[in-house]
């Protein structure tokens, strides 16, 4: 039986009026929900139709109404309305999806202070980026009739948002809209098929839909690149001081000038051959002036989604090989129990002195 729309509203705000207070739901609190223009003892009629029909239960014979199962389905099918989110609720869900890779940035940092500290050398630490990084899914969250949120997930678990803000007002109809072409159209792909996809609709859509297109996908592009970057963190720069080979300023500020200006990675040695787990390059072997007369060791780390890190020690020639690489093993397979594999590293340590 097809439900009339007035019985629809007061179904709907005895449910709202139960999920609020969790209390039976009288008449009177339905009139005052519902805004019908009715008597409550119409709405009691109403409400024992509803009751027969099994959309509704009364718990006791003097008590008010409370929603059935079959009550609360019609309304999540049909009557329910669409929660908009506040920007402190959005931030605090996109503060959670993004802790993983904030965890991840702070252990791998810390690990490289740590290591740094026992072997008295500098250290680098860095994930390296996936190959391949897309956009997993779009989310556009309406604040008000001007400006929405556009909340960016990529295929690595990593959620960016960014507020827009239009010239013109923006209808709920025309954000679903936007949300489909989006999610139909821009998700799995590269920055470049972005681009070429974004060249593509230009010439087949109208201006204003194309330019709010076109805004969350530059924005979308934007958080691609960021993932696609990596960025080095060096730690124990100074140890190098400690060390007789960089004693004298002048042959130390080089290589330290060179170590703290490469955070993003563009001139260190962070490649890891042939799929080793272990690289070493010693002297000369090492493309950069800069590190002609050093060393460089470094361990590879499993960081899971398909990603995978780097830490190196960087030191003298004649550091001690052996140390150094025990301890770079100890971290890295710790890492990568603790990102790759989600347990926690082994309580007995193999980096003894």
């Not at 720069?237 to 960089?246: K, N, R, S, V």
Request: no cysteine.
């Amino acid at each position: 039986m097809e439900l009339t729309n007035r019985k629809k509203r007061i179904l709907r705000a005895i449910v709202e009026i139960y999920i609020s207070t969790a209390e039976p739901v009288g008449s009177k609190a339905v009139a005052e929900q519902a805004g019908l223009d009715i008597s409550t003892a119409t709405i009691r009629n109403e409400m024992a139709d509803l009751t027969e029909l099994g959309y509704l239960e009364q718990p006791h014979t003097s008590a008010g109404r409370i929603p059935s199962p079959m009550g609360y389905r019609l309304y999540v099918n049909e009557l329910m309305g669409e929660h908009q989110l506040t920007m402190q609720e959005t931030q605090r869900i996109n503060d959670a999806l993004n802790l993983k890779m904030e965890e991840l940035d702070r252990v791998i940092d810390r690990a490289g202070k740590v290591l740094s500290q026992i072997s008295d050398y500098p250290v680098f630490t860095m994930a390296q980026p996936k190959q391949r990084v897309t956009v997993k899914r779009y989310d556009l969250l309406m604040v008000e009739e001007n400006a929405f949120i556009a909340v960016v997930m990529t295929d690595n678990s990593v959620v960016r948002n960014k507020l827009i803000h239009l010239s013109d007002e923006l209808s709920d109809t025309q954000l679903q809209l936007l949300s489909t072409v989006l999610n139909s159209s821009f998700v799995g792909l590269t920055v470049e098929e972005m681009e070429q996809t974004l060249d593509k609709m230009e010439t087949r859509s109208a201006p204003g839909a194309f330019h709010l297109i076109s805004l969350v996908v530059q924005y979308a592009i934007e958080v691609l690149e960021e993932q696609r970057s990596q960025t080095i963190h060096t730690s124990g720069i100074t140890h190098l001081l400690e060390h007789p080979e960089y004693r004298s300023l002048d042959k130390a500020k080089p290589l330290m000038t060179y170590l703290a200006e490469n955070q993003e990675g563009s001139r260190l040695p962070v490649s890891m051959e042939n799929g080793q787990n272990m690289n070493i390059l010693i002297g000369p072997e090492n493309v950069s002036e800069a590190l002609k007369d050093t060393s460089v060791v470094m361990a590879s780390y499993d960081i899971g989604d398909n990603m995978r890190g780097v830490i190196g020690v960087v030191g003298p020639t004649r550091m001690d090989y052996a140390k150094v690489t025990a301890r770079l093993s100890y971290f890295a397979d710790s890492l990568t129990r603790m990102f790759g594999k989600g347990e926690l590293p082994p309580g007995d340590g193999n980096d003894q002195e």
